[in-house]
């Protein structure tokens, strides 16, 4: 199996989601180290599936986005738009031939709200299955 130091997740966030501020941000780097990049933003609504793609291109095997809960978002409609453009990233990873499951997104829950630690880990679990992403093979 492969383990989380070979591996780069590149992890775009809702500003919202708990425990996620500085000291939180800078405390997930340390614990992953290279094997994690934080995407803060104001709201997952302003994601593009650009950014998912790019990260992907360039240095990540897997880009997920965790977003606020649904009916939480600020924005009224953030996390609408955001899950209709990980579906969107996700048709462009298949058509090219990379696994899909490469790009994802989580969805915050009010009744059992997690930790931006929590949810990375969980993330780093099931994309440890997929193993290095050939899109980015040097060779």
């Known amino acids: 199996m492969i383990t989380e130091q070979q591996l780069t997740l590149a992890l775009f966030y809702c500003q919202n989601v708990p425990k996620s501020g500085e000291e939180d941000r800078q405390a997930l780097e340390e614990e992953f180290g290279k094997s994690i990049r934080l995407f803060p933003i104001p709201c997952s609504g302003r994601l593009d ?7 992907l291109e360039r240095f990540a095997d897997a880009a997920f986005i965790i977003t606020c809960p649904e009916g939480a978002c600020r924005y009224f409609e953030g996390n609408h738009r955001a899950k209709k453009r990980v579906e969107r990233t996700k048709k462009i990873l298949s058509d090219i031939g990379l696994e899909p499951e490469r790009a994802g997104i989580i969805i915050g ?16 679990k099931k994309i440890s299955q997929m193993g290095p992403s050939p899109a980015l093979k040097q060779g």
Not at 49 to 55: Q, S
């Open 49 to 55: 599936p650009v950014h998912l793609l790019k990260a």
């Open 109 to 124: 829950s009010k009744e059992a709200p997690k930790t931006l630690a929590e949810i990375a880990k969980e993330i780093f």
